[in-house]
């Protein structure tokens, strides 16, 4: 059994207009949502094995402050090609992963973060907000087994969602 941890990174600032897209920071919100998340995460779940994140700075900074709040300690796997990977492309990637690990957290961009959720758990979610992290149970011992329809959803979570 695999876990997969979807999370699209947080509000990002278009303040610099000179900045290319690739190179865009994190604005206030972005900064105050991250470690929220990265708390709620480490309440309910257990750390991830691994990390996997775009290199674009707003989904690497997210990913480091994630990991940083959910006791995470291994190194951040950048992928450049995340950046603007399809979700089929996305999915090679996390089917490439390291089989040791059980647990793994992709952070990237939409809609392919939300493209590949739906495909993976047959679901209908209409948009994973910034730093919404969908959280997938994956019937497979090898990450190359992970197929579409087969996850079943374990959480969505997003910082705006209110709690029963």
Same mark, same amino acid.
Not at 119 to 143: E, F, Q
């Given at each position: 059994?695999?876990?997969?941890?979807?999370?699209?990174?947080?509000?990002?600032?278009?303040?610099?207009?000179?900045?290319?897209?690739?190179?865009?920071?994190?604005?206030?919100?972005?900064?105050?949502?991250?470690?929220?998340?990265?708390?709620?995460?480490? =309440?309910?779940?257990?750390?991830?094995?691994?990390?996997?994140?775009?290199?674009?700075?707003?989904?690497?900074?997210?990913?480091?402050?994630?990991?940083?709040?959910?006791? #995470?300690?291994?190194?951040?796997?950048?992928?450049?090609?995340? #950046?603007?990977?399809?979700?089929?492309?996305?999915?090679?990637?996390? =089917?490439?992963?390291?089989?040791?690990?059980?647990?793994?957290?992709?952070?990237?961009?939409?809609?392919?973060?939300?493209?590949?959720?739906?495909?993976?758990?047959?679901?209908?979610?209409?948009?994973?907000?910034?730093?919404?992290?969908?959280?997938?149970?994956?019937?497979?011992?090898?990450?190359?087994?992970?197929?579409?329809?087969?996850?079943?959803?374990?959480?969505?979570?997003?910082?705006?969602?209110?709690?029963?």
């Amino acid at each position: 059994m695999k876990t997969l941890f979807l999370g699209r990174h947080a509000k990002s600032s278009w303040n610099d207009t000179e900045l290319s897209d690739f190179k865009r920071p994190l604005n206030d919100r972005g900064e105050r949502d991250a470690p929220e998340m990265g708390r709620r995460l480490a =309440q309910k779940h257990r750390t991830a094995d691994l990390i996997l994140c775009s290199a674009a700075v707003r989904a690497r900074t997210t990913a480091a402050i994630l990991a940083k709040e959910w006791g #995470y300690e291994g190194d951040l796997l950048l992928e450049p090609k995340l #950046y603007e990977a399809s979700s089929s492309q996305m999915l090679d990637f996390i =089917q490439e992963l390291e089989d040791d690990a059980t647990s793994a957290l992709v952070v990237a961009h939409n809609p392919t973060i939300t493209w590949l959720a739906n495909l993976l758990g047959n679901l209908s979610i209409g948009n994973v907000p910034t730093c919404g992290i969908v959280a997938l149970k994956i019937p497979c011992d090898n990450w190359s087994e992970v197929e579409v329809g087969r996850a079943e959803l374990i959480e969505f979570d997003f910082p705006k969602k209110v709690e029963p």
